[in-house]
């Protein structure tokens, strides 16, 4: 199993510019989640989802769209980038309610820059 | 929401001191607490959880304590090695895909 995986690693976008930051998971996991990671800040929720075609919104939503058409794949969109959107992101799948185990894990994080 | 507080924000300890972090959360009704751990440029790792029908658990030298009334867990480590550098986080939940989480503790072991 490759885990939890993300695509790209580093990204570096002007303002203004969109693109979806990819994430993807083999493990047949029922939740993922999206976090950003900010200095001193610890890890904030974006968005999550509990399975194909149900999404929600976490904690920091603004600026950000998601979906997710299979259990595999959660993939985030900034729509509009801004410079506050400079920040570490980073994908969690966890197994679900049919699993007596909550634990989330993550995958090695996009780097995201927004000039 | 849930707020999780976390201190402190930086620990150095003597290699094989112990050393001790603790955390607040403001929602009664969290009810899963796990602890991950993240080297530098890596992703965070779960290294234990508790759960809040539990007081405390041990693994090795890691050990969580939880107090349900007080609202607030810790996480200690004994025999502390240089391998144990890094950045903790504690987190609170009541459902397990919404992780809030402290802002981290810098730990660093002294050789």
């Known amino acids: 199993n490759a885990g939890v995986t993300q695509t790209p690693k580093f990204q570096v976008l002007k303002t203004g510019q969109s693109m979806t930051l990819q994430c993807a998971q083999d493990?047949?996991?029922?939740?993922m989640s999206w976090y950003r990671q900010d200095p001193g800040m610890g890890l904030r929720l974006i968005h999550y989802?509990?399975?194909?075609?149900?999404?929600d919104q976490g904690e920091v939503p603004n600026g950000y769209n998601v979906s997710r058409s299979t259990t595999e794949d959660f993939p985030l969109r900034l729509l509009s980038a801004a410079p506050s959107q400079t920040s570490v992101y980073f994908c969690?799948?966890?197994?679900?309610?049919?699993?007596?185990?909550?634990?989330?894990?993550f995958g090695p994080g996009t780097r995201l820059t927004v000039l | 929401g849930e707020n999780v507080e976390q201190h402190p924000s930086t620990l150095s300890v003597q290699e094989g001191d112990s050393a001790v972090i603790k955390c607040t959360y403001s929602d009664s009704a969290s009810n899963y607490f796990p602890w991950y751990k993240q080297e530098l440029g890596k992703r965070p790792q779960l290294i234990i959880d508790i759960r809040s029908n539990v007081g405390e658990k041990k693994d090795q030298r890691i050990a969580v304590t939880l107090n349900k009334t007080a609202k607030h867990f810790s996480l200690h480590i004994t025999e502390t090695q240089p391998e144990d550098s890094a950045v903790y986080f504690c987190?609170?939940?009541?459902?397990?895909?919404?992780?809030?989480f402290g802002a981290g503790t810098t730990v660093t072991v002294r050789a």
């Open positions: 969690a799948s966890s197994p679900g309610r049919e699993v007596s185990t909550d634990t989330q894990y």
């Open positions: 989802s509990v399975g194909a075609g149900i999404t």
């Open positions: 493990m047949n996991h029922e939740y």
């Open positions: 987190a609170a939940s009541k459902v397990d895909y919404k992780l809030s």
